[in-house]
């Protein structure tokens, strides 16, 4: 059995790494945009994890009166993991609802970062045990925003430079946005995880 204090570690643990196997779907989707609709599904299911472990999470802090780190942090980091979980469900669901046909290189490669800041973000979860940051992570970590960010501003000049359909350019300026955001919420985990270790290094 895993010590009520250190019981955390592991559902983070878990979360990230959740997380991250649906960001890896979501970037095998984009490349077979043919199979949406079980993409969207399996994702989903990851979602609904990840609800299950946020569930435990909050459980946890109402009955543990000794936390291995703060409660206002764990709350806050609880709540970071799942939104970001949330957001690749989203975009997954967009995908099968608006019925894309093609996915565009930009597209791709914006979900390629965010499997890359996912898998990243797991990484970096696991140093919270041991209360030492690898910041070799976090760099990384930044870097892909910053990767993301130039091809979001690409990909969204590239919309309307070309000419596209109106409806198009609304669909895709709607994906590229998800998808940037998506990577920026990772940062912004990073960020909150990197903060937790100092607090208490």
């Known amino acids: 059995m895993i010590p009520k204090n250190e019981i955390y570690f592991a559902l983070f643990n878990k979360a990230?790494?959740?997380?991250?196997?649906?960001?890896?779907?979501?970037?095998?989707?984009?490349?077979?945009p043919e199979k949406a609709a079980e993409y969207s599904k399996?994702?989903?299911d990851l979602e609904h994890k990840g609800d299950e472990i946020v569930t435990e999470i909050s459980g946890q802090l109402?009955?543990?009166?000794?936390?291995?780190?703060?409660?206002?942090?764990?709350h806050e980091l609880n709540s970071t993991?799942?939104?970001?979980?949330?957001?690749?469900?989203?975009?997954s669901e967009r995908i099968n609802l608006y019925n894309v046909k093609a996915i565009?290189?930009?597209?791709?490669?914006?979900?390629?970062?965010?499997?890359?800041?996912?898998?990243?973000?797991?990484?970096l979860t696991g140093c919270l045990k041991k209360m030492h940051c690898d910041h070799k992570l976090t760099v990384e970590?930044?870097?892909?925003?910053?990767a993301a960010d130039k091809i979001f501003r690409k990909a969204i000049a590239a919309l309307f430079v070309n000419g596209a359909d109106v409806l198009e350019v609304i669909k895709w300026k709607d994906i590229y946005e998800g998808l940037e955001d998506t990577v920026d919420f990772c940062h912004e985990a990073a960020i909150?995880?990197?903060g937790i270790i100092l607090k208490h290094a």
Not at 62 to 74: C, G, M, Q
């Open 16 to 32: 990230s790494e959740n997380l991250a196997e649906a960001a890896t779907l979501l970037c095998e989707s984009f490349r077979y």
């Open 62 to 74: 109402e009955k543990t009166f000794v936390t291995p780190f703060d409660s206002e942090d764990i």
């Open 141 to 146: 970590i930044k870097n892909s925003e910053q």
């Open 192 to 194: 909150m995880i990197e």
């Open 42 to 44: 399996a994702i989903n």
């Open 104 to 123: 565009p290189k930009a597209a791709i490669e914006l979900a390629q970062e965010i499997t890359n800041s996912s898998k990243l973000l797991a990484s």
């Open 81 to 91: 993991i799942d939104s970001i979980l949330d957001s690749v469900d989203s975009i």
